[in-house]
């Protein structure tokens, strides 16, 4: 176990609506950074948070937006959602600066 | 273009055997590479990390070898288990901030009796 974790574990939504995923870092971590997996694939960056501030984004549309809370707990929202926003979200936690970043076990996401 | 480049996609060994994976990269400038595990529907996890300096680094039956010149990077597992079964990632590391973080799109490994 990695100490990050994440919620829910599985989601099923239908095409248009909006969702909201859930990541809470491993404890002294200041930085989460959210990832999307797709089948197959190896995970795309999509942004990182540090100090409740976007530091980084992806090629990833204004649609996936997020949020870091005091406790460095982060969000990741998708509004309109797509068919092909169905993948795995990965959130991984870091103390800024260092390169060792530990993975939650990731929200499945399917959109009908 | 910072990628990473994994081969072979797919792997099916026997239990019990020997593979070698292997990570070719070009991001630039290059700070370190790693290893992840990742089992089906989990986030992966950490193998090994290696710098500039390391040119191997093992973990039980997994070792890593980092040649930074050429840059490639293979990832060697002996007698392999059934729960070797997973996809592994390789990740590249580039010296700024932001994103620097480079995936590779993995090998799956298949480990059978």
Partial sequence: ETGVTQSPTHLIKTRGQQVTLRCSSQSGHNTVSWYQQALGQGPQFIFQYYREEENGRGNFPPRFSGLQFPNYSSELNVNALELDDSALYLCASRVFGSYEQYFGPGTRLTVT | ?113
Avoid at chain 2, 35 to 58: A, C, H
Avoid at chain 2, 97 to 109: A, D, P
Wanted: net charge neutral; proline share 4%.
């Fill in chain 2, 1 to 113: 273009k910072n990628q990473v480049e994994q081969s072979p996609q797919s792997l099916i060994i026997l239990e019990g055997k020997n593979c070698t994976l292997q990570c070719n990269y070009t991001v630039s400038p290059f700070s370190n590479l790693r290893w992840y595990k990742q089992d089906t529907g989990r986030g992966p996890v950490s193998l090994t990390i290696m710098t500039f300096s390391e040119n191997t680094k093992s973990n039980g039956r997994y070792t890593a070898t980092l040649d930074a010149d050429t840059k490639q990077s293979s990832l060697h597992i002996t007698a392999s288990q059934l729960s070797d079964s997973a996809s592994y990632i390789c990740v590249v590391s580039a010296v700024y901030g932001g994103n620097q973080f480079y995936f590779g799109t993995g090998t799956s490994l298949t480990v059978i009796p």
